[in-house]
C-alpha cells in the first residue's frame, strides 16, 4: 500500500481518516491479508488490454494516486498503446 492512502493509514492504526474533507473515526478492527490481493498488478492490466490494442481509441487512468498513474501511463505508451490519459478531478471528457 501506498504511504498516505487511506487503506494504509488504517492499516498502521488511525483512529480517524479523511474522506471529501471530512474527518470520520475508524470503526473497525484493522487486519492485514497478504495472501491475496483484489487488484491486478501492471502486467495483468497490459495482458487483460493487449488483445484490444488495435481497437482501443483511448485508455483512461481514473483510480489510484497520480504518480503511480503517471508511471503506468508510461508503461503503456512503452507497450504500444497510443493514447493514455489521466483526467483531473472534475474534468470532463465527451466521447465520440
Given at each position: 500500500?501506498?504511504?498516505?492512502?487511506?487503506?494504509?493509514?488504517?492499516?498502521?492504526?488511525?483512529?480517524?481518516?479523511?474522506?471529501?474533507?471530512?474527518?470520520?473515526?475508524?470503526?473497525?478492527?484493522v487486519?492485514i491479508?497478504?495472501?491475496?490481493?483484489?487488484?491486478?498488478?501492471?502486467?495483468?492490466?497490459?495482458?487483460?488490454?493487449?488483445?484490444?490494442?488495435?481497437?482501443?481509441?483511448?485508455?483512461?487512468?481514473?483510480?489510484?494516486?497520480?504518480?503511480?498513474?503517471?508511471?503506468?501511463?508510461?508503461?503503456l505508451?512503452?507497450?504500444?498503446?497510443?493514447?493514455?490519459?489521466?483526467?483531473?478531478?472534475?474534468?470532463?471528457?465527451?466521447?465520440?
Amino acid at each position: 500500500m501506498l504511504a498516505g492512502n487511506a487503506g494504509r493509514n488504517a492499516a498502521e492504526g488511525a483512529k480517524t481518516l479523511k474522506f471529501f474533507g471530512q474527518w470520520k473515526p475508524v470503526n473497525a478492527d484493522v487486519e492485514i491479508m497478504d495472501s491475496f490481493s483484489a487488484h491486478a498488478d501492471r502486467w495483468e492490466l497490459v495482458h487483460f488490454l493487449e488483445n484490444q490494442k488495435n481497437s482501443v481509441k483511448k485508455i483512461f487512468l481514473v483510480h489510484g494516486i497520480l504518480e503511480p498513474q503517471e508511471s503506468f501511463r508510461g508503461m503503456l505508451l512503452q507497450q504500444g498503446f497510443k493514447d493514455v490519459g489521466i483526467p483531473r478531478l472534475g474534468e470532463e471528457i465527451t466521447l465520440e
